[in-house]
């Protein structure tokens, strides 16, 4: 049972580079999100998925694009990356938005370390 | 913003030691949650409650709606207990806030 798997684990860009980090879960979970953490700041949501085909912002989400193609994977992208976006990014899923209208916990993925040169 | 607040930032106690790790919020809340990241980065959920007490093993979250906190403790703290606490919440409309931790180290 994978549960939520992150892809890649680490990446360097420089400065302007573009990618996408993708997470995949095997839970049939509705929900799935975005999150970065950064030393003294916590978890940070940056976008987040109620299903198939529908994303929403988080706190944090200028700089990043998601797509939720297919109920599985959730992909979060950089168009031009900043140092600024360095970065540990986790992905998450869960049944239902964290605490409304459901008591099921949140999977996190083992997270991503991004550099950005 | 800091709608969440821990205390304390980091914590050292020795093996057999009862723990507590504190969590203040400023907003009504739908549901608070306490998650552990182990020192190798992986995060796991440890409870999410709306109310009273929940207990998993020797780990003990409580909540008090009225007062804005709620507590973790750990008993019989082991070194494997060694690690970063995160206190979040959920709010409506969907809102997700995390406190910035509790660094735990249990020494043998």
């Known amino acids: 049972n994978a549960g939520v798997t992150q892809t890649p684990k680490f990446r360097v860009l420089k400065t302007g580079q573009s990618m996408t980090l993708l997470c995949a879960q095997d839970?049939?979970?509705?929900?799935m999100y975005w999150y970065r953490q950064d030393p003294g700041m916590g978890l940070r949501l940056i976008h987040y998925s109620v299903g198939e085909g529908t994303t929403a912002k988080g706190e944090v989400p200028d700089g990043y694009n998601v797509s939720r193609l297919k109920k599985q994977n959730f992909l979060l992208g950089l168009e031009s990356a900043a140092p600024s976006q360095t970065s540990v990014y986790f992905c998450a899923s869960s049944y239902s938005f964290q605490g409304l209208f459901s008591n099921q916990p949140q999977h996190f993925g083992d997270g991503t370390r991004l550099s950005i040169l | 913003k800091n709608e969440v607040e821990q205390s304390p930032q980091n914590l050292t106690a020795q093996e057999g030691e009862f723990i507590t790790i504190n969590c203040s919020y400023s907003?009504?809340?739908?549901?608070l949650h306490w998650l552990q990241q182990h020192p190798g980065g992986g995060i796991v959920s440890l409870f999410m409650l709306s109310s009273g007490k929940k207990k998993h093993g020797r780990l003990i979250a409580t909540i008090n709606i009225q007062e804005k906190h709620s507590s973790l403790h750990i008993t019989a703290s082991h070194p494997r207990d060694s690690a970063v606490y995160i206190c979040?919440?959920?709010?409506?409309?969907?809102?997700?806030?995390f406190g910035s931790g509790t660094q735990l180290t249990v020494l043998p």
């Open positions: 907003v009504g809340i739908s549901a």
């Open positions: 839970m049939n979970h509705e929900y």
């Open positions: 979040g919440l959920t709010a409506d409309p969907r809102q997700l806030t």
